[in-house]
């Protein structure tokens, strides 16, 4: 992927209000949606509904309503905490009251947004068996060398052995989610990926 959303970082979280709120969007519910994707909710009267039917579904309501009940109290303590730090404001406008983004809070959005730029994903992919052996081979240019560190990082966490300096095998499964960070990172053009197929033949992954 792109990043999932498990692997969403604090930093991640902050850069999406705070463009959000450059943007115009300054509406504290329509912020929200910047800061988690709404869930399930239902009203206690609902849950209790459900109890008598279903006691299972029930539970599972009740504890979506607790997590949204946590992620609502983690985001007005982030609102807080960015009006604390001078980086929003809150100003009155005919519909009542909107959020604002300030000269601190534009500075500070620019310097997420160029640490994000230069942030290399997590070198944790879930690692898991495969039935066929992969092969990975690359030749990152030198001027990317942070890069090609990463790219040998993962591989190691995915329990690839290098054959020679720049070829890796495994019987691994390769993560969509590193398939889709290689495209992110633009080093697609310089790694080859394969699978030996049951008939022995090389099937091309990127």
């Known amino acids: 992927m792109p990043m999932s959303e498990k692997r969403r970082t604090k930093g991640d979280i902050l850069l999406a209000v705070l463009a959000r709120i450059a943007e115009g969007v300054g509406d504290a519910a329509a912020l929200f949606g910047a800061f988690v994707e ?7 009267g609902r849950i ?6 279903n ?12 997590s949204e009940r946590k992620t609502a109290h983690r985001y007005r303590i982030l609102l807080s905490a960015l009006k604390r730090d001078g980086l929003i404001e809150e100003r009155p406008n005919k519909l009542g009251r909107v959020f ?13 947004r160029k640490r994000k730029k230069n942030m290399l994903p997590s070198v944790s992919y879930e690692v898991a068996k495969g039935d066929a052996i992969s092969i990975v081979t ?3 240019p030198e001027r990317e060398r942070r890069k090609r560190d990463w790219l040998r990082a993962v591989l190691r966490r995915l ?26 990172l633009r080093l697609v053009e310089f790694v ?3 699978q030996i197929t049951k008939t022995g033949s090389l ?4």
């Open 38 to 44: 709404a869930g399930y909710g239902a009203s206690y």
């Open 48 to 53: 209790q509904h459900v109890a008598g039917h």
């Open 55 to 66: 006691r299972a579904e029930a539970g599972r309501i009740e504890r979506t309503l607790q």
């Open 100 to 112: 604002v983004i300030t000269r601190g809070g534009i500075e500070k959005l620019a310097a997420l």
């Open 138 to 140: 690359f030749d990152v």
């Open 159 to 184: 329990d690839f052995t290098p054959v020679q300096k720049s070829v890796w095998m495994g019987k691994v499964k390769i993560p969509r989610e590193f398939l889709d960070d290689l495209r992110t």
């Open 192 to 194: 080859e990926i394969f």
């Open 203 to 206: 099937k091309h992954l990127t």
